[in-house]
């Protein structure tokens, strides 16, 4: 047994090594470094914070943490009324509704026909639309729905009090066929919101 007592004196310094750097590691995340699923990379930042010129303080619109949305996408639009939307049979989507989700997909079965309605809430919703102009999409302002719409090929926009979602129609055949049925979806979601 004695001729073990060096390989595992050995191999002990390097297990409390190895769990030494694991710990700092740890401790990273505790003091603002990036770590695993759950960390919020805003945690441990502090913003910078300047004077306006009546003397309020004001934090730069870069360090403004996104604010979280409080509309479950899958309330906006019901499976039925997605079924209605995509003339065809749609699943549930896979995970329960949870207060915070800010999207929601209903796909059609497997055996066909192609079919999917995406809804999506917040600042995703935004950028979909953000994106959609900087690449010169035809959007076509829809009158009386919301603060502000838009339908393009396949797609809705809605705006009301500053929150934006969208609501995403594929389907294999001509995007015109289902132009009237996307306006009404985004009167329904623009009702909701």
Request: proline residues 8%.
């Amino acid at each position: 047994m004695t001729h073990l007592a060096p390989v595992w004196r050995r191999a002990g310094g390097a297990v409390a090594a190895a769990v030494l750097a694991l710990a700092g590691l740890g401790g990273c995340a505790l003091f603002g470094g990036t770590g695993g699923d759950g960390d919020d990379p805003a945690a441990g930042v502090q913003p910078t914070v300047a004077a306006t010129s009546d003397g309020e303080p004001s934090v730069p619109p870069e360090q403004v943490a996104p604010a979280t949305t409080a509309v479950d996408a899958c309330t906006l639009l019901t499976r039925q009324e997605a079924e209605k939307l995509a003339g065809t049979r749609l699943a549930e989507p896979a995970e329960p509704p949870a207060p915070d989700r800010s999207s929601c997909t209903y796909t059609g079965p497997s055996t066909g026909p192609t079919a999917q309605v995406e809804v999506y809430v917040g600042d995703g919703a935004k950028k979909f639309l953000d994106i959609d102009r900087e690449l010169g999409h035809k959007l076509t302002p829809i009158s009386g729905v919301g603060d502000e719409s838009y339908a393009e090929d396949g797609t809705v926009f809605v705006s009301k009090d500053g929150l934006w979602a969208c609501v995403r129609l594929v389907r294999t055949e001509d995007p015109a066929v289902y132009r009237k049925a996307l306006e009404s979806a985004a009167a329904t979601v623009a009702g909701r919101l």
